[in-house]
């Protein structure tokens, strides 16, 4: 079993349509949640980043953890053609010894069409 | 600015033959960090470092070898490249105390045949 499932999709929706994107893990031992952005032939960039369980939003894009289901997710409101990428989670354990070693999901590959 | 910057961005080689690949950041970040990224399998951590002068493996270190001489440089060899080595490349960077927030480079692509 690998620590951090995500489903690869691909993911097409309309434009404006609310995305859902997911990602389970096994490790009780991450705090730490990221959702990376990445668009084609580039390199990922940091979208949100959540601390612990709880939500977080910001702007059209809001994360919400919950450690209990070891489940993360991320939604698109009102989705653009600009959000089609694809989209990585990524956890990490934090503090001691972790050195921001992350790990991370296969990606889920979007499409938002016009 | 310019943030992490890598070199090359495209390589062809061949079976056995070495290179090394570049990265460059200059926000002055202690932490940086080598991935390798294969199709539908994110990211996977090769080496990182802490600091100038100390690194350390990551989950796939085998057949890479990293330095850290300098805060900015933390150049990646391949020795005697394989086939399996085939894929897209990234160095990433962070500060101490917000490592999980890591900014990443273009990537390199490579290949071997």
């Known amino acids: 079993q690998k620590e951090v499932e995500q489903d690869p999709g691909p993911l097409s929706v309309p434009e404006g349509a609310i995305v859902s994107l997911n990602c389970t893990y096994s490790n009780s031992a991450f705090q730490y949640f990221m959702w990376y952005r990445q668009y084609s032939r580039k390199g990922p960039e940091l979208l949100m980043y959540?601390?612990?369980?709880g939500n977080k939003e910001d702007g059209r894009f809001t994360a919400q953890v919950d450690k209990s289901s070891k489940y993360i997710s991320l939604f698109i409101r009102d989705s653009q053609p600009s959000d089609s990428a694809t989209y990585l989670c990524?956890?990490?354990?934090?503090?001691?010894?972790?050195?921001?070693?992350?790990?991370f999901g296969q990606g889920t590959i979007l499409t938002v069409h016009p | 600015n310019a943030g992490v910057t890598q070199t090359p961005k495209f390589r062809i080689l061949k079976i056995g033959q070495s290179m090394t690949l570049q990265c460059t950041q200059d926000?002055?970040?202690?932490?940086m960090y080598w991935y390798r990224q294969d199709p539908g399998m994110g990211l996977k951590l090769i080496y990182y470092s802490v600091g100038a002068g100390i690194t350390d493996k990551g989950e796939v270190p085998n057949g890479y070898n990293v330095s850290r001489s300098t805060t900015e440089d933390f150049p990646l060899r391949l020795e005697l490249a394989a086939p399996s080595q085939t894929s897209v490349y990234f160095c990433a960077s962070s500060t101490a105390g917000t490592q999980e927030t890591q900014y990443f480079g273009p990537g390199t692509r490579l290949l071997v045949l």
């Open positions: 959540t601390y612990s369980s």
């Open positions: 926000m002055n970040h202690n932490y």
């Open positions: 990524a956890m990490s354990a934090g503090g001691g010894t972790s050195y921001g070693k992350l790990t």
